[in-house]
């Protein structure tokens, strides 16, 4: 769990350096450095998305992830408890903090590094990819706080109950999980995060975190696929 502690201090710190200097820092260059962040989240859903390797998974993972999701209302729920805690902080904008924990929780959460990452820690021990994670989350936290205020702080809560409870999952099934199984999953969270890139340089109002089921349907449904395959061909 050290590799989750030191991402969350990290966001934290992130966050609060970006809150402080948040009126020193022209908007002109925050709305630029959120278009930077936008565009590089964009070619990382690309990347991790390229490790699929069965199309099929990816179709059905997301349908039913996503179905699941909106009948769930996952996203609708994020925002209830985002404006819930942010009403506790007096001057802040609670949409514009609601807006930036979704993103803040999705950009630290969904993705390669978070999920092969958490195996690394589950598995082995090695935290080497969840610190290196870290030290792209603090400047990632302090461009969105600079932005979105204390919603992004509040994200760090989110980070250690999520990438912990990867970590303990994987260190109980982590050698049961194939690499088509990780690849599958990676590429699911990584069409998520495209999804958010694009949110984030406004294209986009996609509610990305429905799609988050579909991280989890996708292993599931690998096995039951590639064996399908093999008995048709």
């Known amino acids: 769990m050290l590799g989750v502690l030191i991402n969350c201090i990290t966001v934290i710190i992130g966050s609060i350096v970006g809150m402080i200097f948040k009126n ?3 908007k002109r260059l925050t709305d630029g450095i959120m ?3 936008g565009l590089c989240t964009i070619y990382i859903g690309i990347d991790g998305a390229l490790k699929g390797d069965n199309t099929l998974v990816l179709i059905l993972s997301m349908a039913i992830g996503t179905a699941i999701g909106f009948l769930l209302d996952i ?8 404006d819930f805690a942010t009403r506790r902080f007096k001057g802040n904008d609670t949409s514009s903090a609601s807006e930036g924990f979704v993103t803040a929780c999705l950009i630290f959460c969904v993705g390669a590094m978070t999920l092969v990452g958490s195996i690394q820690a589950g598995v082995s021990g090695d935290n080497t990819m969840l610190i290196t994670k870290a030290m792209l989350d603090l400047v990632s936290s302090l461009a969105l706080a600079s932005t979105f205020g204390v919603g992004v ?3 760090s809560a989110f980070v250690f109950v999520f990438q912990g409870a990867l970590v303990l999952i994987a260190s109980f099934a982590g050698d049961f999980l194939s690499v088509s199984m990780q690849n599958e999953m990676i590429c699911a969270g990584s069409v998520m995060i495209i999804g958010l890139g694009l949110n984030i340089i406004g294209v986009t109002k996609i ?3 429905n799609f988050i089921p579909a991280m989890f349907i996708a292993p599931a449904i690998t ?4 064996k399908f395959i093999e008995i048709i061909m």
């Open 223 to 226: 096995p039951l696929l590639n």
């Open 24 to 26: 020193l820092i022209p």
């Open 35 to 37: 278009v930077a962040i």
């Open 207 to 209: 509610k990305v975190a």
């Open 75 to 82: 996203d609708g729920k994020i925002n209830k408890f985002a």
């Open 153 to 155: 702080l509040l994200s």
